[in-house]
């Protein structure tokens, strides 16, 4: 079609509140140049202070709204009076300003007679009908109109809601949800014009829901996170947790704004309720973390850091307990058991689920026009791990049908037609859910969509141990994924690789090339540090050693395998985990990748080629002047500093990723880019060649001592840290090398392995690795 | 007639080189207990033990207790020893001198236990209750409770207990019956049965303080629902004179096996008046707390009884004259040569004293730790020896009571048939030495409580504390060349202890029946290398005082001997073990239900 190929080649971003800014920045993030304009100051000099004000406070705040800082060079700052005439050069227009109507009407007009024609106008509204912001607009902005519902924070919220109109031209919608899923990285769900769309709906019944029977019930604010967070597959912070990070305030507004506009029947206008307890929070100024607290606090009297949560009886503050209600302990990962235990917290549970699940089920088709919508659209607006669908699934249509009725809520239609069949089922491989008309029917993933998951529904794999599992990902390509908990990196994965480089043999045969992929949160944290912890205590030390060895043998085989390699990591790659993107021959990054040598905060140093790699990158990077000090410098830096890339692209700033590795911005489409690449490369693939390294030697190793003792004096550096500096600096620096002696790699890996080694076995390492196993915070001694 | 002589030498060897000689006067608050006062109060102790308790042992065993209508009395003469040992202060040797205690260290009392033991364990008992009780109040009760009881226990005057054991719960206290219901003031009243109570009533004493394990009627289920209580015979008028008799009474007295002249009670409460000690719901962890310490002395009466049936067999080897040397006639002067001639009469005394000695430093070493975690100034030194004792004393109380019995066992044979007469009295040990491997948690329970509890811990830690030091001092062993001999294969011992704690706990992780199979014969793996340890540290000491020409050159040149003994005969038992270990859990649980 031929407006897959029209573009979106500059954006503009009309409001720099927190929404519009944040969209601004994103934009910029997609390597799209991006206007933002504001009203023209009124206290300032500078008549787009306002906008330029927004860009700065969005390089300072954390998390980072901007993925790399140069990305805010393409973010031209402006008012709405001097520079409205910028908007003739952009192809879509986004939208951001305060929900009034009256105010966007006349801002439309204006954006109407400034734009270039055929370009996109959408709203980021998440109250306003669509067909109240288009009356009295002109035909053709009625056609390029629709709504563009993204959620806070932009860059990390993966959910955009997509509303258009029977006005709205066809091309225009799909133009913007192509350029939201490909390349603002977005899973673009399509709603219907209706109040809160899907997200928003369900979610703030949900919260209310939640709050009433926390209220009305006597349950404890920690008792009500303890039960609805983790347990029902919902972040830890749970409902009130939630609630002070979005803002206690907020409520109120949320609640009018839903009154005014939803149907005369609709279930949420029995929940709305004002509960005396919070209005006197908010009243007090606790609005939430942004404000004093909400409810919880730390209060700080004394010098001290208690965590406390309100009593909503009393509305007092009191210490914050960790309840570990007797309907979790007893139901374990069993929603239904949850729902139906018999105590004051399987009441709660009950309550909750039952009318938010059924309020969600009632909505589906006028909402949106298929379940998994609804689902998709909890999944990534609210980052609940199922929707309300599939935990209806969990429970059971008919056990769940059964609880409706014991607690009086009637039972939704789609849930009646189910008539005790799942919302979900695997057929033929392939995932199919339940249509509003009753018929199962296959899911599909948008165009070039691979999901790892939809692979494993669909086949075995072709080999598996305790800790990874091989997939045939099609095309003679080998996928190893990790299953180990949270990823650790054991025997097993370095068995798993050996055993995808049998398979694969000289990449000739049935298969040609490996990826290294997985679905979890985290790509991997490490290697297991619960592991080596145990038999550091038993001072088993060889089996470390052998850790060690494996580990480099394995990576350095995978590095000069005679197929391609190509790593698709998401979330988190610390530590081994980073190190085996080093020696992938290409990194398929998700932009949501945060990469780093973390070794040092354990009292570690890279072990399995970290340091070698990083130095022979170091050495080729032309833009660092030639020579083994240059080099090693900002290496030793990085490493020693145990530095994070807050994304992909800072990665490729740090090193650990090569200015040809790629970034992809839509997860879901992580392994289908890694796919291709590894395919392209298997075409006439010939392995690395093996580096020479030119060593600094005992010269620049005194340098880099001077340099560490200059930051233990400033107190930068804990003792401790000196201890693996002094390590690391051996290392990079070549021990007693030669500087003007070339050597092999296999020099480096033997002092990577003798630095290890020897600081394994260092008292402050092993209290740095208690520290982190037990606090989950690296310890500075 | 047996005979006992307190072990004076080697318990003053073992404080100078496994404790250290100027250690426990080193620790905040034991300035005082110089190695010269602990040499005098031992002394004394010894002397109490060899000339007041250790002849009335087998009397007591022939007499045993005796119950009638709801009165127990003890055998003859322990009433008047009770009163001698109570008025020497000796039951409050370690206790806060705020309670009127001597607050010696804890060791000192330890290693004090070891004489009591051995000279009269049955006697032994009633004094380590009160100190049970005491320890329990003293950590976990009110200020007033410890105002009012805990000086009468220190004195003797009153004695305590421990209830917990009811008939259908014994290992498993998480389902005990007993209940508590709070009364109008700040008491409690106790009702249920209570069995196999140790000093559960008896005559020595004017009062008994019975610390009761029992459930409050909004208990949760299990052990998360157990209170502590303390109920006494008598409740105590305010002037401290017993008063009004309490709803508690003994039904009736076991019949034992051994340890006879201590009396095992079955107790009845009922509507007794009791105070909770600690907080409500939470009697386990008073118990837990204590358990360290009581399980130690446990370990310590398997240690004492194999000392003196040791002792006796030694002095019935030299004594008794049988045919002659495998090699021809040894004393041609005498009709016969004493059978300590014979290479399996040396295996059996020599089996004998290496596992006593070896066990005694080890005792040693956990009960100064004991102190040291009370005491140290340093809080990660006082951690770091908290969690020594958490990790050995599942060991030292189940490898030294399993080494008590094989001990007066092997006393038992020596004597040959005259061991099996009971006026020769070293049958007596073997009788006596039986419950130490059952109570206060059966060495099963023990073995358990080691690679189900201690070893997982936070990663191994509690393990770190034996396994590095070992490995520090194996290291620098193994490079001096007198010490070598023992070293070499201690290291291998050592590594195979390594191997086979990865092996069970990796394989324990994914099947706990897998820990479970290996547990006995992996604690006492642990515990040969653990007393290996001993023995390369007592050589090294032996060698270096010889070499400086300090000490009695016969005495040191026996540990060496007894060192190398130990390193080439028992502990090549480790290969052994390390194979059963590595066999898993399948050839035990294989067989169905029905085929036994």
Same mark, same amino acid.
């Given at each position: &079609? ?68 140069? =990305? ?57 009908? /669509? ?86 019930? *006597? ?54 309720? #004002? ?92 909402? !949106? ?154 790509? +991997? ?44 990591? +998401? ?31 354990? *009292? ?8 070698? #790699?990083?130095?022979?990158? +170091? ?67 010939? @392995?690395?060649?093996?580096? +020479? ?51 092999? #790699? ?8 003798? !630095? ?16 982190? /196993? ?6 500075? =001694? | &007639? ?124 009633? @004094? ?161 707390? &204590? ?31 049988? *045919? ?24 059996? /005394? ?72 009971? #006026? ?64 070499? @294969? ?43 340890? &001993? ?15 300090? *000490? ?18 028992? /502990? ?25």
């Amino acid at each position: &079609m031929d407006s897959k190929r029209a573009e979106i080649k500059r954006a503009a971003v009309i409001g720099a509140g927190v929404m519009g800014s944040g969209i601004a920045a994103h934009f910029a993030n997609a390597g799209i140049p991006v206007v933002l304009l504001d009203i023209v100051a009124k206290n300032s000099d500078d008549r787009s202070a306002i906008a330029k004000g927004a860009v700065e406070r969005m390089l300072k705040t954390e998390p980072a709204a901007f993925m790399h800082k140069r =990305n805010a060079k393409l973010v031209t700052p402006g008012n709405l009076e001097d520079d409205i005439g910028l908007l003739a050069d952009v192809d879509w227009i986004v939208e951001a300003i305060i929900e009034d109507k009256a105010l966007k009407a006349d801002l439309y007009k204006r954006i109407d007679a400034a734009r270039k024609p055929g370009s996109v106008v959408s709203s980021n509204t998440s109250t306003i009908p /669509l067909h109240m912001l288009t009356e009295g607009q002109s035909d053709a902005f009625r056609r390029d109109f629709l709504i563009t519902h993204f959620f806070n924070p932009p860059r990390y919220m993966r959910l955009l809601e997509l509303v258009t109109s029977p006005d709205t031209r066809t091309d225009a919608a799909e133009l913007i949800a192509d350029v939201c899923d490909r390349r603002l990285g977005k899973g673009v769900v399509r709603c219907k014009d209706t109040p809160g769309f899907i997200a928003n709906r369900i979610g703030v019944f949900w919260i209310q829901a939640a709050i009433n029977a926390a209220v009305e019930q *006597g349950i404890s604010v920690e008792e009500a996170d303890a039960i609805g967070g983790r347990p029902m597959g919902i972040p830890k912070t749970g409902i009130f947790g939630l609630m002070d990070l979005v803002g206690l305030d907020l409520m109120p507004h949320i609640a009018r704004s839903m009154l005014a506009t939803l149907p005369e029947n609709d279930a949420y206008r029995a929940e709305s309720r #004002e509960h005396p307890v919070i209005a006197k929070l908010i009243a007090d100024g606790y609005t939430g973390r942004k404000g004093k607290g909400g409810f919880y606090r730390v209060n700080k009297a004394g010098g001290g850091r208690v965590k406390e949560a309100v009593d909503l009886k009393t509305g007092a503050f009191r210490p914050a307990e960790r309840p570990k209600p007797d309907a979790v302990a007893a139901a374990g990962k069993d929603l239904r058991a949850l729902a139906e235990h018999d105590s004051p917290g399987g009441r709660f549970a009950r309550s909750v689920l039952v009318k938010t699940l059924a309020y969600a089920a009632s909505l589906v088709p006028d909402i !949106a026009d298929s379940i998994t919508a609804v689902d998709e659209g909890m999944r990534l607006g609210y980052n609940w791990r199922q929707g309300p669908f599939e935990l209806i699934d969990r429970i059971g249509t008919a056990a769940f049908a059964e609880l409706c009725r014991s607690v009086g809520v009637p039972v939704p239609a789609l849930v009646e037609q189910a008539a005790g069949r799942p919302f979900y089922r695997v057929e033929g491989g392939k995932l199919q859910a339940l249509s509003v008309a009753g018929e199962y029917e296959t899911v599909a993933r948008p165009d070039g969509v691979l999901l790892l998951s939809d692979i494993k529904r669909a086949s075995k794999p072709v080999w598996k141990n305790g800790s990874a599992s091989l997939w045939d990902i099609g095309d003679g390509v080998l996928c190893v994924e990790f299953t180990s908990k949270m990823n650790a990196l054991d025997g097993d994965i370095m068995a798993a690789y050996q055993k995808a480089m049998k398979l694969i043999g000289d990449g000739k045969g049935a298969w040609k090339a490996l990826v290294i992929h997985n679905e979890a949160d985290n790509f +991997s944290v490490g290697a297991n540090l619960g592991l080596a912890m145990f038999v550091i205590n038993i001072g088993l030390w060889p089996a470390i050693e052998e850790m060690v060895e494996t580990g480099q043998a394995t990576y350095r085989a995978l590095k000069y395998a005679p197929f391609p390699v190509v790593a698709a990591p +998401s979330g988190m790659a610390l530590g081994g985990g980073c190190e085996i993107l080093l020696h992938s021959d290409h990194v398929q990054a998700h932009a949501e990748t945060y990469i780093g040598l973390v070794e040092v905060g354990v *009292g570690l140093i890279p072990g399995w080629g970290g340091c070698t #790699e990083m130095l022979a990158r +170091s050495a080729a990077n032309p833009k660092i002047p030639r020579g083994p000090m240059p080099a090693l410098a900002p290496v030793f830096e990085t490493i020693s500093t145990a530095k994070v890339a807050k994304s992909a692209a800072e990665a490729k700033d740090l090193l650990y990723l090569r200015a040809s590795d790629g970034i992809t911005m839509n997860r879901d489409r992580l392994l289908a880019d890694a796919k291709a690449k590894a395919l392209e490369l298997a075409e006439n693939y010939t @392995p690395p060649e093996k580096p +020479s390294y030119v060593l600094a030697g005992p010269g620049g190793k005194a340098a880099l001592d001077m340099f560490v003792h200059g930051f233990r004096l400033q107190g930068k550096a804990t003792p401790h840290d000196a201890v693996v500096c002094d390590h690391l600096a051996r290392v990079l620096t070549g021990g007693d090398a030669d500087f003007t002696q070339p050597v092999g #790699e296999e020099h480096l890996l033997e002092l990577e392995r003798d !630095a290890f080694m020897a600081l394994v076995r260092e008292p402050g390492t092993i209290d740095r690795i208690e520290h982190m /196993l037990t606090t989950g915070k690296p310890l500075r =001694n | &007639m047996p005979i006992y002589k307190a072990p004076l030498d080697d318990v003053r060897f073992v404080l100078d080189t496994i404790v250290g000689k100027d250690s426990l006067s080193a620790l905040p608050g034991y300035e005082d207990a110089t190695p010269d006062l602990i040499d005098q109060v031992l002394t004394e102790g010894a002397k109490l033990c060899e000339e007041v308790l250790f002849p009335l042992n087998q009397s007591g065993d022939a007499e045993g207790c005796t119950y009638e209508n709801g009165v127990v009395r003890t055998p003859k003469g322990f009433k008047e020893a009770y009163t001698q040992y109570a008025e020497g202060g000796w039951i409050g040797l370690s206790c806060d001198p705020a309670y009127g205690g001597q607050g010696l260290p804890k060791l000192v009392n330890t290693l004090l236990e070891e004489f009591v033991c051995s000279a009269n364990l049955s006697f032994g008992m009633y @004094p380590g209750l009160s100190l049970g009780a005491y320890n329990a109040l003293s950590l976990y009760g009110s200020d007033a409770l410890k105002a009012r009881f805990l000086p009468k226990l220190v004195e003797g005057t009153w004695s305590g207990t421990m209830c917990l054991t009811e008939p259908h719960s014994g290992t498993d206290l998480g389902i005990i019956r007993t209940k508590a219901v709070p009364a109008d003031d700040d008491s409690y009243r106790i009702t249920g049965t209570k069995i196999f109570i140790s000093a559960g009533e008896h005559d020595l004493t004017e009062n008994i303080l019975h610390l009761v394990l029992a459930r409050l009627p909004d208990a949760p289920a299990g052990t998360k629902g157990i209170s502590l209580f303390l109920v006494p015979k008598f409740i105590p008028n305010d002037d401290g004179t017993p008063g009004k008799r309490n709803g508690v009474a003994c039904g009736s007295i076991e019949h034992k096996m051994g340890i006879k002249a201590s009396s095992t009670c079955v107790m009845n409460f009922d509507d007794a008046t009791g105070w909770l000690v600690g907080e409500p719901h939470k009697g386990m962890r008073a118990m837990f707390v &204590m358990m360290n310490a009581a399980r130690l002395a446990v370990g310590i009466q398997g240690m004492g009884l194999g000392e003196v049936a040791y002792q006796n067999a030694v002095a019935y080897a030299k004594e008794r004259l049988q *045919g002659r040397s495998l090699k021809g006639t040894k004393f041609p002067d005498k009709p016969a040569d004493p059978i300590i001639v014979h290479p399996d009469v040396r295996r059996n /005394l020599m089996t004998g004293k290496a596992y006593i000695e070896g066990s005694r430093a080890l005792a040693a070493l956990v009960g100064y730790q004991l102190d040291v975690a009370e005491k140290h100034a340093d809080t990660r030194v006082r951690q770091e020896a908290d969690e020594f004792v958490q990790l050995m004393t599942p060991i030292v109380k189940a490898l030294m009571t399993d080494i008590g019995f094989e001990v007066a066992n092997i006393a038992v044979q020596v004597h040959g048939g005259h061991g099996f007469i009971w #006026e020769t009295g070293v049958e007596q040990y073997v009788r006596d030495a039986r419950i130490a491997q059952i109570y206060e948690g059966t060495n099963g329970i023990q073995a358990l409580d080691l690679v189900g509890r201690k070893m997982g811990q936070d990663m191994g830690r509690l393990l770190r504390r034996f396994f590095h030091p070992v490995q520090a001092e194996l290291t620098a062993a193994l490079d001096d060349d007198s010490l070598a001999e023992l070293a070499g @294969p201690l290291a291998k011992a050592f590594g195979k202890l390594q191997q086979a704690t990865a092996l069970i706990a990796q394989k324990g992780m994914k099947d706990p029946e897998e820990a479970g199979a290996a547990a006995t014969d992996y604690l006492r793996l642990f515990g040969l290398v653990a007393l290996g340890w &001993m023995w390369l540290r007592m050589a090294k000491a032996a060698s270096a005082k010889l070499a400086a020409g300090e *000490g009695d050159p016969a005495f040191l040149n026996a540990k060496l001997k007894t060192a190398a003994f130990f390193t080439a005969k028992l /502990l090549p038992q480790v290969n052994t073990l390390f194979l059963t270990i590595m066999a898993g859990a399948k050839p035990l649980m294989d067989m169905e239900v029905d085929a036994f």
